[in-house]
């Protein structure tokens, strides 16, 4: 199963203890379903464990049943077209059904706990979340510009700045940061879930810290060879070109040891005086060698 019908699976499991909380999750769920206009409710999903709930959530929500329920296997389809019915939802949210557009009743949402179950209900009918072992990604999708826009508008009430954009004439609401996504996830009633992405997000992070490391320990190693190899190159032309016999002491047998030890590192090459000496203490001869080398080249 995906991680997203994980997140439904638990989601399912709250319980229905409170009827303005049904209600708010009946309303989020009718926004960003299918079909909600005065002549027609419906709601299709592929979650198995949301289409046991739905009859049971409209049951505590408004006391009544679907006219349609599933027939078969695949995508359920669940439906209310009885007016005395869709007259009993509307009055529950204040909706107007001559409006042309679907507006969110903030009323209904005020109570924090209502909040959460309103956005359970969205993510119900409307949500998708990704693998978070993949990338962050949550959305939220209704093909209601207003409430999509007005959902924005409660998003930022409580301090949630999601992104928006629209695909295929549909708005989306949607989260890509892997804090706000488990923030998310665990305020509307999946804590598992949440808890899932945050370990997912730590691995990630790790795998990432120790790619970072290895990358710029290549690196450093890349640059010391590099610079070894230069300096075995000045070294060799100064033993041609100017003699070793020219050069200080010091130097001269800085110039012995390179050679001899062409891809040791600083600090080895210290240790083989006596006595040591420091990493800066090799540096500094090493670079008069390249710069004597850098002269006689001209």
Known sequence: MSF??????????????????????AYGALLYCNTFTGAEARVVT???????????????????????????????????????????????????????ALHLNFAAVEEDCCRAAFLRG???????????AKRYHLELVTSHTQASRELMALLADMDRQPGQTTRNGSQVTYFKSGEQIAELLSFIGAPNSAAALATARAEKELRNDVNRQVNCEAANIAKTVTAAARQVEDIEFLRIHYGFQNLPEPLRRMAEIRL?????????LGERFDPPLGKSGVNHRLRRLSELAEKARL
């Not at 006391?63 to 007016?83: H, M, N, T, W, Y």
Request: glycine content about 6%.
């Open 4 to 25: 997203a019908g994980d997140v439904k699976n638990e989601l399912c499991r709250v319980p229905l203890s409170r009827k303005c909380c049904a209600q708010a999750e």
């Open 46 to 100: 592929e979650s198995a464990s949301f289409a046991q709930r739905l009859p049971v959530l409209f049951r505590k929500a408004f006391k009544l049943s679907f006219d349609r329920l599933p027939q078969g296997e695949g995508k359920q389809v669940f439906a209310v077209a009885d007016p005395a019915k869709l007259a009993i939802i509307r009055q529950a949210f204040g909706a107007d059904p001559k409006a042309l």
């Open 122 to 132: 969205i993510f119900f009918a409307g949500g998708s979340v990704t693998d978070p």
């Open 260 to 268: 001899e030890y062409p891809d040791a590192p600083l600090k080895e």
